[in-house]
């Protein structure tokens, strides 16, 4: 049994990116990844390990004013390279708040996902671009983690830069129909960080949105609203 996780910052704030852009959420940053993507702009702040009943707390003094919270977003890095201290935290924290439990994931870690999805409510789920992440192509795992997710309340998000190619599109595009046409799809375009320095134009947002509506029934481009607000 896993008694602590390491987390490098828990906070209450909006949230920035996909369909619930601007929902106010708690925060709980899982410290690590298994992925090292160029446009990543997560800080690297120091870790804290702590327990379950820690953990709790924490999230409850965050939990004010009643109401005022939609969700508790685990997120990271990574959180499900933390799955065995997740599927301990999950269940104590339903019983403290009764909030939905919205997941954000790089989308690579499927048989990690299997172990938490009865306990989750809403994933976030990336699909990533080798030209824009720069890694290798996951094709085989983001289909199965979809295949996963699709029991829950599940979307995709793809980050595109200037440098993404159409045929990249269509492949994830394809992924994603293969599962289920009524996943939605959010584009974001890059903020420039790390290695990635070029947004997509508004030709490309425009060809990309394109390629997407042929396939899939929901499709926004959404950017990251909170460096816009300035918030975290």
């Not at 997740?86 to 339903?94: D, R, S, T």
């Not at 829950?152 to 190619?165: A, D, L, P, Q």
């Not at 994830?172 to 790390?194: F, K, M, R, Y």
Request: hydrophobic share 40%; with cysteine; proline share 6%.
């Amino acid at each position: 049994m896993v008694n602590t996780a390491q987390i490098s910052e828990i906070f209450s704030s909006f949230q920035g990116e996909g369909l619930y852009v601007g929902a106010r959420q708690t925060f709980i940053r899982f410290a690590g990844c298994n992925l090292s993507c160029q446009y990543c702009d997560t800080p690297q702040t120091s870790k804290l390990a702590v327990s379950v009943e820690e953990l709790i707390k924490l999230v409850c003094d965050l939990d004010k004013p009643a109401g005022a919270v939609h969700s508790t977003c685990l997120t990271g890095g990574e959180p499900l390279l933390q799955v065995d201290f997740i599927k301990q935290f999950i269940p104590v924290l339903k019983q403290s708040i009764k909030l939905p439990l919205y997941l954000e994931t790089n989308g690579v870690l499927p048989d990690h996902l299997a172990e938490v999805i009865e306990q989750v409510d809403i994933i976030a789920m990336d699909i990533k671009l080798p030209s824009a992440a720069g890694t290798p192509p996951f094709w085989k795992e983001h289909k199965k983690m979809l295949e996963i997710a699709r029991a829950k309340e599940v979307f995709v998000k793809i980050i595109v830069t200037g440098e993404t190619r159409p045929a990249e599109m269509i492949e994830a595009v394809a992924l994603i129909a293969s599962v289920d046409e009524n996943i939605p799809l959010v584009l974001q375009p890059v903020t420039p960080h790390g290695q990635v320095k070029h947004r997509p134009s508004a030709e490309q947002l425009f060809s990309f949105h394109s390629i997407a509506t042929r396939k899939l029934k929901t499709v926004r481009v959404i950017p990251q609203t909170h460096k816009i607000l300035g918030v975290s």
